[in-house]
């Protein structure tokens, strides 16, 4: 990674000034350039940061300096000091948890939110960040086939925020106010929440939030013979038991796309329960929400029609830089009730007029980025049949690693492949006496320690367990075989060491 030419700061007069657009331009280049060398060169880095606990302590001064440094001093640093702490996401070796997309779509439209640096919490603050929201997200809703009361010419809409955690837990805090205001304010101790135990531990986190009590959290076992979905009589039978004990059911999570398996639970059926008790029926599909734009994955949606919320991160598998999360809600009222203040300070004819949408109602913080550019910027950019056939392409890569794990009689698939993860394991011996666990952990500890790829792992059915996901941009087939080379290397180790 080069980074030549002139330097700013020291005592001269070529000191780094707040903004100049000259500087800018220079500098900007000069990062331009690091950035694409990085790219260029990625996969000379291990995957996986090498470095241990408190490393950049020993490496950087205790105090922030008193003059400023030079460009030339800080690529110095980041090259020698940072990027060995870097676990490196867009290397097309990473396999590990669920991608975390950068484009140069993305990237570009980083740089232009940076460049404006709006605070658009109301319409009047930015129009266009507002407005460009509101038709992205109305373009995004038409390419899931969402229904039209997602849409924001109907009493719903979509809205960007951080992250899945956050979407999850303003939904909720909906759904509870909704509740509240039929059952009286002195029920939250009553309300409970349903979920698989393959649900995101985000609900878990949103839960303790929003002052449901520990004991309401309804944690339903999920079916290992349907792919660990979570089982709707399960569900029924829970609700049951908590409203002939007094207690009052209000909301239902379901999963597209499990962060251990990538399980897809039964929405129609899970549907019907949450209406049938008057509940909120809300959707993660954070991670597999971007391949139901392929009309061949969409049927996996089948039942939101019958929900009241809708969550998928475009920051996950859909070249949107991180942080972009897509909400849908199909009545916004309930969102806005729940998180509106009225300040003075915030007060403006447009705002009092109910004529704009001003987003600081549909989170928690105030402030918030300019993000719909970037997701604008993607969808212009590649356009929908580019971007069909980037998530087509990732998922064929999983099925041919599911086809390399099956070939080795060594190895196990665990649970049948849906999207572009793959989870299995090294099988153990017979006289094995912790079912595979230690075996399969050396296995993927040593192959992270290598550098040469990283992977996660996960428990189902009490075994430990390999998740193998495709989903970076740089990643091909090559990159694949090598990853099942190594792990196959590296299980004839372990046992010839067994």
């Not at 780094?16 to 280049?29: F, I, S, T």
């Not at 880095?45 to 030079?70: H, I």
């Not at 740089?111 to 709006?118: D, E, G, Q, R, T």
């Not at 999570?253 to 929405?267: E, Y």
Request: charged content about 20%.
């Amino acid at each position: 990674m080069e980074g030549g030419g002139t330097s700013y700061g020291g005592d001269d007069g070529g000191s780094l000034r707040p903004m100049d657009a000259e500087q800018l331009r220079e500098c900007g280049h000069r990062m331009v350039d690091f950035i694409a060398d990085y790219y260029k060169s990625i996969e000379r880095f291990p995957v996986l940061s090498q470095v241990q606990p408190g490393y950049l302590k020993e490496l950087l001064p205790d105090s922030a300096p008193n003059r400023p440094d030079t460009l030339d001093t800080l690529f110095d640093d980041i090259r020698e000091k940072i990027i060995p702490g870097v676990t490196h996401w867009q290397s097309p070796s990473y396999f590990a948890y669920y991608p975390s997309n950068s484009s140069t779509a993305g990237f570009l439209g980083e740089m232009l939110s940076a460049a404006f640096n709006i605070v658009g919490f109301s319409w009047i603050t930015s129009p266009a960040a507002t407005e460009l929201e509101v038709i992205v997200l109305d373009w995004f809703a038409k390419m899931l086939k969402l229904p039209s009361q997602f849409l924001s010419d109907a009493p719903g809409g979509g809205v960007i925020q951080g992250t899945a955690s956050e979407a999850v837990l303003v939904v909720l805090l909906a759904a509870r106010d909704r509740t509240l205001k039929k059952h009286g304010k002195k029920s939250l101790e009553k309300l409970v929440v349903y979920a698989s135990d393959q649900t995101h531990s985000a609900l878990q986190k949103a839960c303790q939030i929003a002052g449901i009590f520990p004991e309401n959290f309804r944690v339903v076992k999920a079916d290992c013979s349907k792919n660990y979905a979570v089982a709707p009589e399960a569900v029924t039978e829970a609700i049951s038991v908590d409203l002939s004990s007094g207690l009052i059911p209000f909301f239902i999570c379901a999963t597209v796309g499990t962060t251990s398996s990538s399980a897809v639970d039964p929405l129609p059926e899970l549907g019907n329960i949450a209406q049938g008790h008057d509940m909120w029926f809300h959707i993660d599909a954070a991670y597999a929400g971007s391949a139901c734009i392929c009309p061949e994955y969409r049927h996996h949606l089948d039942g939101v029609e019958k929900a009241d919320s809708f969550n998928m991160n475009a920051h996950k598998w859909f070249l949107t830089n991180f942080d972009c999360s897509l909400l849908w809600v199909k009545d916004r009222s309930y969102l806005v009730e729940a998180l509106s203040t009225y300040p003075e300070f915030l007060k403006n004819k447009a705002s009092q007029a109910n004529s704009v949408v001003d987003f600081k109602d549909w989170q928690i913080p105030l402030g918030r980025r300019f993000r719909s550019l970037k997701l604008w910027m993607v969808l212009r950019l590649y356009g929908v049949e580019n971007l069909q056939s980037y998530i087509r392409n990732h998922i064929q890569l999983a099925e041919h690693f599911e086809q390399l794990v099956l070939s080795d009689s060594r190895f196990e698939v665990m649970t049948p492949r849906i999207f572009s993860l793959v989870c299995f394991r090294l099988l153990p011996p017979t006289s094995d006496h912790d079912g595979g666990r230690q075996l399969n952990y050396d296995l993927m500890d040593t192959a992270n320690s290598s550098g040469k790829i990283f992977i996660s792992h996960t428990v189902l059915a009490g075994k430990f367990v390999l998740r193998f996901a495709v989903g970076a941009p740089l990643t091909e087939e090559q990159h694949v075989d090598a990853a099942w080379k190594l792990l196959q290397d590296e299980a004839t180790k372990l046992s010839g060491s067994a």
